[in-house]
């Protein structure tokens, strides 16, 4: 008996969720779902399952170095004579620098050159990619299934969204801002221009190296997709935390103000953005 | 003395003028020349464990005392440092050190810091991020 009114349950609630979705699909003006429902148990049990990414992230420097010969950028004519000059700045010391006014690097720069580390936190529906640098830099991933807005408002980092495939996240991006540079060091590199989309496939590669293979569209300063990897990798045996990462905080000096307390004052600097002596 | 005056006036002067300048801090290193190094002995005035770049102010030895000739060395972030083990406390006001760097182009007193050696406990410290890139270091 009591199992029969438990199917009775089970069939009436599939005839709702049938009505429910045929109503929406008739409807486009039917209410949305909650954005953010409260997770249920069996969400949380769910991140159990997840590939272990737990840990401080470094990027792999002579990698970053490596990859930019072995995967060469296809720059259209235009941005690639940019990348030429910067090249050259760069190569005679004097280079422009691209991140001093401390901006974040964004997407998907920061995966390409940054030299900090960052860390994953999984919770039901989203990764969230907390990184040091850029005022705390932060990628926040949706895995709840949601699609793209239809027109996000631009952001450094984009909007983001992925999904599992076993043991790798795919994630997709849009909606970065145009100024955001597709940059290949802290000196070389030209904005996007706008129509950036970025879709990553992360993944471990042995047990402590995580590797992100991107392709990157550009279609004002690409030719066709860049496709290129990264590396990053953990130490386990090593006791150390992500810090906090204030960009501008190197542009002061710590002070006391008139009335005694303890405050910032600018620190000279040169045009390249290095700290001097302050007869210098 | 009124020469000295004079030059810290100037100083003055010139980190306001430094200050209005849209420079920051998150850069390229290009500005310093990789192919020189350069070796002075002197003693930490101050060790500024910030980001992006944490600072070193080094007085080089045999200056005078009241006009130090200070040498400002750049580092990688507290973050970057802290995972190939150094602190905030890795240098002290005071420190005695024997300082390798790669000095800027320009000819200023200031350079990307390569490597000190504490005088009195013969500690080296080096900062150098690809040394420590290989997973499962102890």
């Known amino acids: 008996m009591r199992y029969r009114v438990l199917e009775i349950r089970a069939a009436a609630r599939a005839a709702i969720v049938v009505a429910g979705m045929a109503a929406a699909a008739a409807s486009p003006a039917a209410p949305q779902a909650t954005l953010n429902p409260p997770p249920q148990p069996k969400e949380w049990a769910a991140l159990a399952k997840l590939p272990d990414w737990s840990g401080v992230w470094t990027p792999n420097v002579s990698d970053q170095e490596a990859r930019i010969t072995r995967d060469p950028v296809p720059w259209t004519q235009k941005a690639a004579a940019q990348v030429a000059s910067l090249t050259a700045a760069e190569e005679r010391g004097d280079p422009k620098g691209l991140f001093v006014d401390c901006l974040p690097e964004g997407m998907p720069t920061w995966m390409l050159i940054t030299h900090n580390a960052f860390e994953f936190l999984f919770t039901p529906g989203r990764v969230t990619i907390l990184g040091e640098m850029d005022g705390n830099r932060l990628r926040r991933i949706y895995t709840d299934g949601r699609a793209h807005p239809a027109d996000p408002d631009p952001t450094f980092h984009g909007h983001s969204i992925g999904h599992w495939e076993g043991g790798t996240l795919v994630v997709d991006t849009i909606g970065v801002l145009p100024e955001a540079y597709i940059a290949i060091s802290e000196a070389v590199g030209v904005p996007n221009d706008g129509g950036l989309h970025v879709v990553e496939r992360i993944h471990l590669d042995s047990a402590d190296v995580l590797r992100d293979d991107l392709e990157i569209t550009a279609p004002r300063v690409l030719t066709r997709p860049w496709k290129t990897s990264r590396l990053y990798f953990r130490q386990r045996a090593r006791k150390y935390d992500i810090v906090e990462g204030v960009c501008l905080q190197g542009n002061f000096s710590e002070g006391v103000d008139a009335d005694g307390h303890a405050v910032f004052v600018p620190a000279p600097q040169s045009e390249g953005g290095n700290v001097l002596p302050r007869d210098q | ?138």
């Open chain 2, 1 to 138: 003395m009124g020469m000295r005056e004079k030059s810290r006036g100037f100083g003055v002067l010139a980190g306001l003028i430094a200050i209005a300048l849209p420079a920051a801090a998150h850069h390229s290193f290009a500005m310093f020349d990789f192919a020189n190094t350069v070796s002075i002995d002197g003693t930490v005035k101050e060790f500024r464990w910030t980001n992006p770049h944490v600072v070193l102010l080094v007085a080089k030895a045999g200056g005078a005392p009241d006009a130090p000739e200070v040498w400002s060395m750049e580092l990688t972030s507290p973050g970057n440092l802290t995972r190939v083990g150094w602190t905030r406390q890795s240098f002290k006001p005071g420190d005695r050190i024997k300082l390798e760097f790669n000095p800027l182009r320009d000819g200023k007193h200031g350079g990307a810091f390569k490597q000190a050696t504490l005088l009195d406990t013969g500690e080296v410290l080096r900062s150098n991020l690809r040394e420590a890139e290989k997973p499962g270091l102890k």
